[in-house]
Nanobody, 119 residues
Framework: QVQLVESGGGLVQAGGSLRLSCAAS????????MAWFRQAPDKGREIVAH????????YYTDSVKGRFTISRDNAKNTVYLQMNSLKPEDTAVYYC????????????WGQGTLVTVSD
């Protein structure tokens, strides 16, 4: 069974940077695309970025384009989210997610890591 564990969240001032990591274990051969989602207080969960299995293709939601970068190291079974120029509206719980081979949705989830951006 695949497990995802996020790390790297915390409190940062506006304009600062954080790097989130998500380590996968157990049956990682089943993982294809990976993604980062976030859920702000009193809001629904939204996708932030996703990356293809080989890392050659990525997608970003408009609000983070030019500030966030998703990457993955398949040798370490880890996906990263580098977040620069952080804004208070980036405050949210960030979740790592994975898509299993043969499945079209992101059905494997981590427990989440809280990112708080202060003014």
């Amino acid at each position: 069974q695949v497990q995802l564990v996020e790390s790297g969240g915390g409190l940062v001032q506006a304009g600062g940077s954080l790097r989130l990591s998500c380590a996968a274990s157990g049956g990682t051969f089943r993982i294809t695309a990976m993604a980062w989602f976030r859920q702000a207080p009193d809001k629904g969960r939204e996708i932030v970025a996703h990356i293809s299995s080989g890392g050659s293709s990525s997608y970003y939601t408009d609000s983070v384009k030019g500030r966030f970068t998703i990457s993955r190291d398949n040798a370490k079974n880890t996906v990263y989210l580098q977040m620069n120029s952080l804004k208070p509206e980036d405050t949210a719980v960030y979740y790592c997610a994975a898509r299993a081979l043969g499945v079209v949705t992101f059905g494997i989830w981590g427990q989440g890591t809280l990112v708080t951006v202060s003014d």
